[in-house]
């Protein structure tokens, strides 16, 4: 069975639309209904409709600052009756946001009752709750009834309702706002409003400007929520440049002892919008997984003010390093994002900077003033067409009474034989008998003379824009005196600080710091022993092994190993075995080749630069930090050729500028040390000739304190710049036989 098409009711002609233009069309038209009548906030008042429709039902309700508070069912009914019809639901949930001191820097409703909490709980439903507007909110609706903006028909066509807010309060930066449309965004941080005014007030004198001078008025965001603010300022000047860009928020915490050396931290401000119980249950989680090692414990000791502690594993470990974890991990370091996507006009999209807002703000301060000051002129003027027709009544008084009682139509007479207006006349017929009294006559002349100047002056206002501009500044500075740091509320809450330049090493951060003397054999084996021993004698070795090198170091520390082979292994000196027994052979913890030895172990000392070199005679100068190896499989750095070895490592103290090399054939060179070339890897440059033998032996040192040597009984000898003129040459030459006095084992001692 065939269906029929389905015909328009009133039997019109059918139009035929391809499904593609018809979604497009009506597609459009729902994004711009939720860009414009949902989403985004104008930046005149910072508010959006359905905001700024409970604020205006709320008013209609006369829930001002100085009444009293009214049932929230009251206000939701009117708003979603008269104005939004939308849930009630959401229109509540809207109106409680606006209550919130912790989500409102500003709060334009005054709750009464349970408005939720920070901890996320919701609010009491909206039966129980109370509400009226604050002073904040007040403001904001100020100048409403003096035709300061337009209004436009409600939904239904029964109500009017205004376009925009006066606005007498900077709304859009004070208190902030959030909103998804479609296919754009918008995200503002709340501000300090004392701040505000400061810049706008700047901007007002010098409208030229730059972002950079605005910055030092409003050098970042002022959460309700207070925290530490640790974005570079570079970026935060860009973000307020551009519209775009982003704030790193964290938590404020503080030290607190605990008595015995014992510490915990107290997180007293959490980051905006953060809830704090699900934080709270977050940290907890990240405990019992073992992701935040450095953490023993948190607890939640929140009454009024937040309390937030949290316990470290060990009372070693550094409380910076912990918190750096919990910043990384969890909802203490928040990103909170900027972007001033805003309605300009109430009807035009755009992403703003800092100047731009103010600016428009601004211009629409000017606007509302003008049209408020128009608005009295024509008050003014009416009322003193009215006093001038009492004037003329008290100067005629009694052909003003024969009229009325006698003329048949009194208002048309009094009109021709006085020369009045229909107003005057009106006026005059409902003019009390109680009012034709001397005195009420002196009243009206007083009255006449006091708006006749009022008038001037607003002529003159309405004339002169810089006279506007002084009037918008006067507003300004009583609104920043209300709201000044000096006050409860207008105090700047989120401080600022620089993020500590620390990398975040959880295994190194759990080991104890404690001295400890690591003891390495002849034939490979070692470990460590608590304290740093001086005493070597009594150590025990197995049978046919012996002391190779002692080394002080802490459990902190990493070793570095050097092999013969040019690679280079490190250690954990917290992960060597303890002093019982003879330790553990080296080979074991890392893949060193059999055929390798030990050419020098040291601890490793950041910033540090060594000197390597090889028996052939080459070498070159490597930072300490290119050395450490990340595997078993170690680091190649110097680059040798069977049959010669890796011969030397030796650290470069600071300000060293000449090296002294010496090679089995007892000669000695010394150059300056800048003629050897730094390097990460290689095979280097030739530091001394030696035929037929191998280079044993560097030292670098700093020509102002000469050259220094060992003896084999430990004394120390020191030939001074002068005395070594005969050694003195340049890289790659054979060098001389060494000074006598020299050790006969060619070396100059301990390099580390």
């Known amino acids: 069975?065939?269906?029929?098409?389905?015909?328009?009711?009133?039997?019109?002609?059918?139009?035929?639309?391809?499904?593609?233009?018809?979604?497009?069309?009506?597609?459009?038209?729902?994004?711009?209904?939720?860009?414009?009548?949902?989403a985004l906030p104008d930046v005149r008042d910072g508010l959006k409709p359905v905001h700024r429709r409970i604020l205006f039902a709320m008013r209609v309700l006369g829930l001002n600052p100085t009444d009293a508070y009214k049932k929230c069912a009251r206000v939701v009914g009117d708003v979603i009756g008269k104005y939004h019809p939308h849930g009630d639901q959401a229109v509540y949930d809207a109106l409680c946001r606006l209550a919130q001191d912790f989500a409102v820097r500003y709060p334009l409703i005054d709750g009464q009752g349970n408005f939720g909490n920070i901890d996320g709980d919701n609010p009491a439903a909206y039966r129980y709750t109370e509400a009226r507007l604050t002073d904040v909110a007040a403001a904001l609706l100020?100048?409403?009834?003096?035709?300061?903006?337009?209004?436009?028909?409600?939904?239904?066509?029964?109500?009017?309702?205004?376009?925009?807010?006066?606005?007498a309060f900077p709304n859009l930066l004070a208190n902030g706002s959030s909103g998804i449309a479609v296919g754009m965004a918008t995200n503002i941080p709340p501000h300090n409003l004392d701040e505000l005014c400061a810049a706008a007030l700047h901007l007002i004198k010098h409208p030229s400007a730059t972002v950079e001078k605005l910055v030092e008025m409003v050098p970042g965001p002022d959460f309700p929520?207070?925290?530490?603010?640790?974005?570079?300022?570079?970026?935060?000047?860009?973000?307020?440049?551009?519209?775009?860009?982003?704030?790193?928020?964290?938590?404020?915490?503080?030290?607190?002892?605990?008595?015995?050396?014992?510490?915990?931290?107290?997180?007293?401000?959490?980051?905006?919008?953060?809830?704090?119980?699900?934080?709270?249950?977050?940290?907890?989680?990240?405990?019992?997984?073992?992701?935040?090692?450095?953490?023993?414990?948190?607890?939640?000791?929140?009454?009024?003010?937040?309390?937030?502690?949290?316990?470290?594993?060990?009372?070693?470990?550094?409380?910076?390093?912990?918190?750096?974890?919990?910043?990384?991990?969890?909802?203490?370091?928040?990103?909170?994002?900027?972007?001033?996507?805003?309605?300009?006009?109430?009807?035009?999209?755009?992403?703003?900077?800092?100047?731009?807002?103010?600016?428009?703000?601004?211009?629409?301060?000017?606007?509302?003033?003008?049209?408020?000051?128009?608005?009295?002129?024509?008050?003014?003027?009416?009322?003193?067409?009215?006093?001038?027709?009492?004037?003329?009544?008290?100067?005629?008084?009694?052909?003003?009474?024969?009229?009325?009682?006698?003329?048949?139509?009194?208002?048309?007479?009094?009109?021709?034989?006085?020369?009045?207006?229909?107003?005057?006349?009106e006026a005059i017929l409902n003019l009390r008998l109680r009012s034709l009294s001397k005195l009420e006559e002196m009243e009206i002349k007083a009255e006449h003379d006091r708006l006749s100047n009022e008038q001037r002056q607003l002529n003159a206002l309405m004339a002169s824009e810089e006279l506007q501009w002084e009037r918008i500044s006067s507003e300004i500075r009583e609104v920043r005196d209300t709201y000044s740091k000096k006050t409860d509320l207008g105090r700047r809450r989120t401080l600022f600080a620089d993020a500590p330049d620390i990398e975040i090493d959880l295994e190194a951060a759990l080991v104890e710091k404690e001295p400890v003397t690591v003891i390495l054999s002849d034939k490979g084996w070692i470990r460590t022993m608590k304290g740093h021993i001086e005493d070597t004698a009594k150590l025990d070795f197995k049978q046919g092994d012996g002391l190779k090198s002692v080394i002080h170091a802490q459990t902190t520390d990493k070793l570095v190993v050097f092999a013969t082979n040019g690679k280079f292994f490190t250690l954990e000196v917290s992960h060597l075995p303890g002093g019982r027994g003879h330790g553990e052979p080296v080979r074991l913890m890392i893949d060193m080749e059999e055929n390798t030895d030990f050419v020098e172990v040291f601890v490793h000392e950041p910033g540090r630069k060594l000197l390597v070199g090889s028996t052939a005679g080459h070498g070159f100068i490597v930072p300490e930090e290119e050395v450490l190896a990340s595997t078993r499989k170690g680091k190649q750095v110097l680059n040798v050729d069977a049959p010669d070895e890796a011969k030397l490592c030796v650290p470069i103290p600071p300000g060293a500028d000449q090296l002294a090399t010496i090679g089995d054939n007892r000669k000695m060179l010394i150059f300056p040390l800048e003629e050897v070339n730094e390097m990460t890897r290689g095979k280097g440059v030739i530091l001394q000739r030696i035929k037929d033998g191998v280079l044993l032996d560097a030292r670098p040192f700093v020509r102002k304190d000469g050259l220094t040597w060992l003896d084999t009984a430990?004394?120390?000898?020191?030939?001074e710049w002068k005395e070594l003129g005969d050694w003195i040459g340049t890289r790659a030459q054979a060098g001389r036989l060494a000074p006598k006095g020299f050790p006969r084992s060619n070396k100059f001692g301990p390099a580390f």
């Open 1 to 38: 069975m065939t269906q029929k098409p389905i015909l328009p009711p009133n039997g019109g002609p059918i139009e035929p639309i391809a499904l593609k233009d018809a979604l497009e069309e009506r597609y459009l038209s729902y994004a711009l209904s939720t860009i414009m009548g949902r």
């Open 142 to 167: 100020d100048g409403l009834d003096e035709d300061t903006v337009d209004f436009r028909a409600t939904f239904n066509g029964e109500e009017h309702e205004p376009s925009v807010m006066p606005a």
């Open 714 to 719: 430990g004394r120390t000898f020191t030939l």
């Open 225 to 425: 929520t207070g925290g530490v603010l640790v974005e570079p300022r570079a970026s935060i000047i860009e973000s307020y440049r551009t519209g775009r860009g982003g704030f790193r928020l964290r938590a404020k915490w503080e030290k607190e002892d605990t008595g015995r050396g014992g510490w915990q931290v107290v997180v007293t401000e959490i980051p905006y919008q953060v809830q704090k119980g699900r934080l709270y249950q977050h940290i907890a989680e990240l405990i019992g997984e073992k992701k935040l090692p450095l953490v023993g414990d948190v607890r939640d000791e929140s009454a009024e003010e937040i309390r937030l502690v949290i316990e470290p594993k060990s009372r070693t470990i550094d409380p910076v390093l912990m918190m750096e974890s919990l910043f990384k991990l969890t909802e203490l370091e928040i990103r909170f994002g900027l972007n001033m996507n805003v309605l300009t006009g109430g009807q035009i999209p755009n992403v703003l900077g800092l100047k731009d807002v103010l600016r428009q703000w601004l211009e629409h301060r000017v606007e509302v003033l003008v049209r408020r000051t128009a608005f009295r002129l024509r008050k003014i003027e009416h009322r003193l067409e009215v006093l001038d027709g009492y004037l003329i009544a008290f100067l005629n008084i009694d052909e003003v009474i024969r009229i009325i009682r006698f003329e048949e139509q009194p208002k048309q007479k009094l009109i021709s034989v006085f020369k009045l207006s229909e107003v005057q006349a």
